[in-house]
């Protein structure tokens, strides 16, 4: 079974981290949460875009946490992210070592109306698809796949939170479990 980090570099409710927590359980993962808050460096914000350089952040997190025994360690904060070459990032992943931040899946973002239970889907979702990069699992075409690429958040809201039969079959996950 694929040992999962959950690390906060933000306060996160913690309804957000149980609904996180049971989602990966029940698709087969071992999920663990730090207690502590992981708090990233101001300097890594750009105060000229208002977002936080989700580069720096990987690095930060793939070097601190570099040691730790677990496939996959996620790190999960409430603000808002970019990356070179794009105007922001719902998440980013390397190898081991991904990224997810939470504001751009909040309704409110887009001024529309609260909605938690449609927050945490795409919370879900989005979590799902870093986690499944960090075990080297690549974009799919499967339209409902969680690993199918999204570029706003309509395209969050269309795909499911699961993993495809061929993406579960390269992650091995059914023979590990
Ligand atoms: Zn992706
Ligand atoms: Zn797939």
């Given at each position: 079974m694929y040992r999962v980090l959950i690390v906060k570099i933000t306060s996160i409710d913690r309804s957000v981290i149980n609904e996180i927590t049971n989602h990966l359980s029940q698709l087969g993962f071992h999920v663990d949460v730090l207690s502590q808050i992981e708090h990233i460096n101001i300097s890594y914000f750009d105060w000229q875009r208002s977002q936080y350089d989700a580069e720096k952040i990987l690095e930060y997190v793939s070097s601190k946490f570099d040691k730790f025994p677990y496939d996959a360690i996620i790190a999960i904060g409430e603000i808002d992210a970019y990356a070179r070459g794009l105007n922001f990032v719902f998440g980013l992943s390397t190898k081991k070592f991904g990224t997810v931040f939470l504001v751009r899946l909040?309704?409110?973002?887009?001024?529309?109306?609260?909605?938690?239970?449609?927050?945490?889907?795409?919370?879900?979702?989005?979590?799902?698809?870093?986690?499944?990069?960090?075990?080297?699992?690549?974009?799919?075409?499967?339209p409902t796949c969680v690993m199918r690429f999204s570029n706003s958040i309509a395209e969050v809201d269309n795909k499911s939170a699961s993993f495809c039969e061929e993406c579960r079959a390269k992650l091995n996950i059914n023979n590990k479990s």
């Open positions: 909040k309704n409110d973002f887009y001024k529309k109306k609260c909605n938690f239970e449609l927050f945490i889907e795409r919370v879900k979702k989005e979590v799902t698809h870093e986690l499944g990069h960090t075990l080297g699992l690549g974009h799919c075409s499967n």
